[in-house]
């Protein structure tokens, strides 16, 4: 009766095993329940609906990002993801967007998105902190296909590679680019900053740069012009102060 008891206590558990953590998964936490709701805002346009999930004290600040690109790329698609929560408790979502937009007769096709730290109560974003923005803008009926590569965040004072990488061979065509540094307001308001282009060799841009020696952020721009069209590329570099504050992010 004993070994019938252990047997049957045995299967009761491992029953639990297999069942708790998928009803777990199954229910859907506060944070993404947020997220969903952000996500079909930002779908549907409805500028009601976006106020209402953001602090007042956010909302001049959000919504100045919402309208940059709404503006140039109507009908985009918005997809909100929920990451893994910072070490400090902060849940972290990814805000990221995709559109196709006209200027001057040529056609651009957008790809961007944003990584944010935010604290969530009663179904409103009462704070967030900016971890991450980057950008890509094509412009041409074959877009180049290419690999941006830079460090997410940096020690103050370190050199560091910007690497923009064309994937595939481009043949006798000419390739020019260039590489700029761009200021807070240039960094949220322009998609195609003025960037002062150079005959590339094949393969791509490479530069070194240097990291400021005072914590905070430095945004770069970068610009492939080809045959076939135009790559923008923006990204951010969080710049520290303290190896520590690595595990931070």
């Known amino acids: 009766m004993r070994l019938r008891w252990s047997r049957r206590a045995a299967l009761v558990s491992l029953l639990c095993n297999l069942v708790l953590p998928a009803t777990a998964a199954a229910v859907a936490t506060p944070e993404a329940a947020y997220g969903d709701r ?12 976006l106020r209402g999930l953001v602090d007042p004290g956010l909302q001049e600040r959000l919504q100045r ?14 997809n909100v993801d929920l990451l893994e929560p910072l070490a400090d408790g902060r849940s ?5 967007v ?4 006209s200027s001057d007769g040529l056609l651009y096709r957008l790809q961007a998105s944003q990584t944010l730290a935010v604290s969530v109560d009663a179904g409103v974003m009462r ?20 690999s941006v590569r830079l460090p997410r965040t940096v020690l103050t004072g370190s050199r560091y590679d910007i690497d923009v990488i064309v994937d ?11 590489l700029t540094q761009l200021d807070e307001q ?22 070194r740069v240097q990291a400021p020696q005072t914590p905070g952020v430095q945004t770069w721009a970068v610009m492939l012009v080809h045959p076939d069209g135009v790559v923008t590329a923006t990204q951010r570099v969080r710049v520290i102060s303290d190896e520590a504050e690595l595990a931070r992010y």
Do not use: C, H
């Open 65 to 78: 990002r919402y309208e940059r690109f709404a503006a140039g790329f109507p009908g985009a698609s918005w």
């Open 186 to 207: 240039a960094a949220g308001e322009s998609m195609q900053p003025n960037i002062q282009l150079e005959p590339l060799g094949g393969g791509g841009l490479y530069k």
């Open 168 to 178: 595939e061979p481009l043949g006798p065509a000419m390739l020019a680019g260039g």
């Open 98 to 101: 995709r559109g196709v937009g």
């Open 127 to 146: 704070d967030e902190e900016l971890l991450d923005d980057r950008s890509l803008l094509r412009s041409g009926t074959a877009p180049l296909p290419i």
């Open 92 to 96: 972290v979502l990814r805000v990221s």
């Open 38 to 49: 952000l996500e079909a805002a930002l779908n549907q346009g409805d500028a009601a609906a």
